[in-house]
């Protein structure tokens, strides 16, 4: 059996290493960003300063394992956001993080940054307040409960220094329709996990879920749109909805053509990928099956223009996956699947970030654990022909 077992292995990354070969791409290595045995590190995003400095955001809380528990949680009050640095392509990595955000009502998630053309960066999360199980029955109605936390919806920071210090947080207003409620009685402000995209008409593109009116529990994602670098958001259209899917943890990546093309999470699709794309500018998308498994997502643009897609593999083997896209995002039915990682402990892993490091080289961080071990920041270097 062991030697069955080999021959599987051997031949997974022959295959992995031919798929990387038809797609220009060749992977590197694999290494840690940030690790600490006390901590739940996860959800990482990763931008690219002018100067070449690299900057890491992820979620950090501690580990209840580590002081004798037996599981872990994606909520927790003590859920940071905490930034890491690096000033040699990604070879190096600040020990100390900084921190980045904490929310005094309860625990971040999911930093997710965007580098705009200004200088500045811009990070949307969302957090989660704790609740006592007996005051839930007394919050006005309804309110997205997960264990004893109730959700308090998205916010944005803003570094104008690279980020160096933080202004916020700034709070979007809630998405048209939405029906859930905060603990004070209000409706949550617009929220995603996932890339907004500054156009090339220097508008900004937000790609929001929100609860269904008649399902509550089923997400559907709106696109909202600010004129002013994120300080103000406007409403413009549904961009997936279905009745028996959810769609939610939304990548947006604009084409050469102006086209936005968003890729999206979904739950109560097998975990298919499902890319909706708007031609007219954000007025209105189309949606559809892409057909291939991938939770969550993050796309850029390769120096030939070509679009690197990678995207978190939560069925064994565990993982992280990529394809190569032409320019326009048309080739996802065709294009190969290309394994960077198959090496995961479980399902608890995944949502990749990338960045192009330098002309021929990217960057993919990502959160990781081995054996069920230490959920930590990771990274994968390719190599881009």
């Known amino acids: 059996m062991r030697f069955v077992g080999c021959c599987w292995l051997l031949s997974q990354q022959i295959w992995a290493e031919e798929a990387l070969s038809k797609a220009g791409v060749r992977k590197l290595e694999d290494i840690v960003v940030y690790q600490d045995a006390k901590f739940y590190s996860a959800f990482p995003s990763i931008v690219r300063r002018p100067g070449g400095e690299l900057l890491v955001a992820f979620r950090r809380a501690p580990d209840p394992r580590a002081s004798g528990d037996t599981g872990v949680s994606h909520t927790d009050a003590n859920s940071y956001l905490m930034l890491v640095r690096s000033g040699d392509f990604g070879m190096t990595w600040s020990t100390e993080p900084q921190l980045l955000y904490a929310h005094p009502l309860g625990g971040s998630q999911d930093p997710c940054m965007v580098s705009l053309r200004d200088g500045s ?14 005051v839930f029955e007394n919050l006005k109605q309804p309110v997205f409960r997960a264990g004893d936390f109730a959700f308090l919806g998205g916010f944005l920071m ?12 700034l709070v979007p207003p809630p998405c048209r ?15 995603n996990r996932g890339a907004m995209c500054e156009g090339k008409d220097g508008r900004l593109y937000w790609v929001v879920a929100r609860s269904g009116a008649e399902e509550p529990k089923r997400t559907e994602t709106h696109l909202l749109i600010s004129q002013d670098h994120g300080d103000t958001w406007q409403y413009s259209c549904l961009v997936a909805r ?58 850029i643009r390769l120096p030939d223009r070509r679009v690197l897609l990678v995207y978190g593999y939560r069925h064994p083997p565990f993982g992280v996956r990529a394809r190569v896209l032409d320019a326009e995002c048309k080739g996802f039915a065709t294009a190969e699947e290309i394994v960077l990682r198959a090496d995961g402990g479980n399902g608890d892993l ?14 993919v961080v990502y959160y990781f654990n ?11 270097f390719l190599h881009v022909e």
């Open 121 to 134: 960066i811009l990070c949307a999360s969302y957090a989660w307040a704790p609740v006592r199980s007996n």
């Open 158 to 169: 803003r570094s104008p220094d690279g980020g160096k210090s933080w202004q916020g947080p």
């Open 177 to 191: 329709g939405e029906v859930n409620l905060d603990i004070f009685g209000q409706p949550v402000p617009a929220y």
């Open 242 to 299: 279905d009745s028996k899917m959810s769609f939610n943890e939304t990548s947006l990546y604009e084409t050469p053509k102006g086209h936005l093309v968003a890729f999206l999470r979904t739950e109560g699709g097998d975990d298919h990928t499902v890319i909706a794309r708007s031609i007219d500018r954000g007025r209105s998308f189309q949606w559809e099956d892409a057909g291939f498994q991938g939770h969550p997502h993050h796309a």
């Open 350 to 363: 995944g949502y990749p970030w990338a960045t192009m490091v330098s002309n021929k080289r990217a960057l």
């Open 370 to 380: 081995r054996g069920n071990g230490i959920r930590h920041i990771a990274g994968t």
